[in-house]
């Protein structure tokens, strides 16, 4: 399993596409690991929980973490 097979899988963009090329795979798992984690900040901060932890976790995790969130029952205020 090499570097680009990793970060397919990890980042979620080959179960999406499978066959994406190695030379768009990073870029395009950049930018999406920037919504998610601009997504997961915007979640975090409706549901009351840590905008800055949950916005890291979403640029890390990209799809896994806001999936997390999305699944996690609201915090009451």
């Known amino acids: ?5 990793i970060v397919g899988y ?3 963009l080959y179960f999406i596409k ?3 090329e190695p030379s768009s795979l990073l870029p395009t798992a950049s930018l999406v690991h920037t919504v998610d984690a ?5 979640i975090a901060a409706q549901s009351g ?3 800055n932890a ?4 979403g640029f890390i995790l990209g ?3 806001l999936g997390a969130l999305l699944l996690l029952p609201g915090k009451k205020k």
């Open 1 to 5: 399993m090499d570097f680009h097979t």
């Open 10 to 12: 990890v980042s979620g």
């Open 18 to 20: 499978p066959d994406l």
């Open 38 to 42: 601009f997504l997961s900040r915007l």
């Open 49 to 51: 929980r840590n905008k």
């Open 54 to 57: 949950w916005t890291a976790a």
């Open 63 to 65: 799809i896994w973490a």
